[in-house]
């Protein structure tokens, strides 16, 4: 009942920048927390960013200072800003949103992903 749509992802050389964006759409009452998550081959899926309803944010240490997290309420939309690209910061990035559905029942849902790679 709730579509997430990413866009952004792609190629980009070190010290690059790139904009991840995730749209949500369905039957969406309200949105609580909004966060980006990414996963490399072999590894587990781990917290790059996450923003709540009240605007409180979150990163992880390894982006901390380079990437930048917004949300936009009125488009359902969140957003990562991602400057000074590492090659270390290649895998797929994922979407997460929370919150509640016009049936009073919570959401939780996933993006399909988005391929980051950086490399020269």
């Known amino acids: 009942q709730v579509q997430l749509v990413e866009s952004g992802g792609g190629l980009v050389q070190p010290g690059g920048s790139l904009r991840l964006s995730c749209a949500a759409s369905?039957?969406?009452?309200?949105?609580?927390?909004m966060g980006w998550y990414r996963q490399t081959p072999g590894e587990q899926r781990e917290l790059v960013a996450q923003?709540?309803?009240?605007?409180?944010?979150k990163y992880a240490d390894s982006v901390k200072g380079r990437f930048t997290i917004s949300r936009d309420d009125v488009r359902n939309t969140v957003y990562l800003q991602m400057n000074s690209l590492k090659t270390e910061d290649t895998a797929v990035y994922y979407c997460k949103v929370d919150g509640i559905l016009y049936l009073r029942r919570s959401f939780d849902s996933w993006g399909q992903g988005t391929q980051v790679t950086v490399s020269s």
């Open positions: 369905g039957s969406i009452f309200s949105i609580d927390s």
């Open positions: 923003i709540t309803s009240g605007g409180f944010t």
